[in-house]
């Protein structure tokens, strides 16, 4: 009887073993399978890795030979500058000046639509003095970005088709739409900046003064401001009919509302030919420089 149940037991035993050395042997099975995956895996990683590192070299690659290429035609034209010689048949040579362009950061004072359209204008104008391929101005104006314009424009690029980088107005409008609206007021400031009467009719030399009064909100002008900036770019025929404030206008002789001002000039200047506007430029009468936080007006 001892015997019959130390055999069962035995038998017993040796089904617990083989059981669990089928446990085993499965469990090494997976994780030889789990290896196999681990190695597949990283050797993904390391083709994508390489392929990236790739192309990142093949774009530094690039940008280095698109330096080496700029530095050779300013070295070719001097130092900063470059001359290209332009002749009328072989005489008067006249010699055209190349300026580089400052780089632009799009940050600061930078930061406006006129900051943006000067740049890439000055770009455009130096690419063009100095002979560089229209299909590489983008590769060449990325070496004039700076700070939050170069990152901006360097991860666009990443996500834009080929055809797309190379493609100027693309690149023009890129900068625009980004850092064109960071001071509203600066393009306005821009604008006023240069206006003059000039060869304008009185009465758009005031729509486009009362344009610019309107369109800078942050620190807008007093009315003694814009009474002496608008006088500044009156031409002197008209300037001499209005220098004064008539009675019940101003006071003493000396205006104090600027609209009443304009509109006063814009009657006046019926009786002058071409209702105010000068016949050829003329130079400009007076200047006025930015306002400041501590600009004072008339009184």
Known sequence: MFQKQLRRALENAEGLLLLLLLLL???NHYL?????LTLVMLTLQVQTRGRTD?????????????????KEVLTSRGELPGKVDSSDDGHNKQSVQARKPKPFAGQGDMGSAGAVRRSTDSLQLFFQLSDVPKAKWVLHARLYLEGLAADDVNIAMRTMPDSDCSDWPKLCALLSIRFGQIDPDTEFWDQLRDLKQGMLPAAEYVHKMRYCFNGIIELPLSDGEKVERFMSGLNAPLKRLVVTAPLGMGRNGRWLDADELMSYAVLQAR???????ASHAVPAVGSVGLKTASAGGQK
Do not use: I
């Not at 030889?32 to 196999?36: E, F, K, N, P, W």
């Open 54 to 70: 790739l192309l990142s070299l093949k774009q530094n690659a690039e940008l280095r030979r698109a330096y080496a290429q700029q």
């Open 271 to 277: 009786a002058l030919p071409n209702a105010g506007a």
């Open 32 to 36: 030889v399978v789990l290896r196999m």
């Open 25 to 27: 042997l499965t469990l």
